[in-house]
């Protein structure tokens, strides 16, 4: 196990001790500490909270949502729920994904950033919501992205 990862999950458990269905909240805090749920915490996990590596596993890949790999310096969500489908959203998630190629940047689909009536949207790095993007929009605020790094 990496060093640096232990004194951080340690405070990660410590903060859930004795809260019933911790599971969840530990591991948005492991990714929101680290940046992703990396494999050799799962046992960490599991002894911590007396449930088997696999029940650990299974939640992690089951939620989209966990990553289970450092992501890139940035993180762009594009919008895939119903309503930002009907307002383009998979021909802007395309666009993105030829736009990124090769960018550091990681590209994930979420399902509703709760802009519905404005779709399509976009969340940059957990922080800054988008709404309205279309291809050309979205080209801007990659290059502005670009210009911050």
């Known amino acids: 196990m990496n060093t640096e990862i232990t004194p951080r999950l340690a405070a ?7 809260q019933p269905g911790a599971l969840l909240p530990i591991l948005h805090d492991i990714q929101y ?6 494999e050799e915490s799962v046992p960490l996990i599991a002894k911590e909270l007396n ?3 696999a029940e650990v596993h299974g939640v992690i890949t089951y939620y989209h949502h966990f990553r289970r790999t450092p992501p890139a310096k940035h993180v762009v969500h594009v919008c895939c729920a119903e309503a930002c489908q009907a307002n383009g959203s998979e021909a802007l998630a395309a666009h993105a994904a030829e736009r990124l ?8 689909p979420v399902y509703c950033l ?3 009536s404005v779709g399509p949207n976009i969340q940059i790095d957990e922080t800054e919501l988008h709404a309205q993007v279309t291809p050309k929009k979205f080209d801007a605020l990659m290059k ?3 210009e911050k790094a």
Do not use: M, W
């Open 33 to 38: 500490a680290l940046g992703y749920v990396p």
């Open 114 to 116: 709760g802009l519905c």
């Open 12 to 18: 990660i458990f410590a903060g859930h001790r004795n």
């Open 101 to 108: 190629q090769g960018a550091d940047v990681t590209l994930e």
């Open 51 to 53: 449930l088997s590596r």
């Open 144 to 146: 502005k992205l670009g």
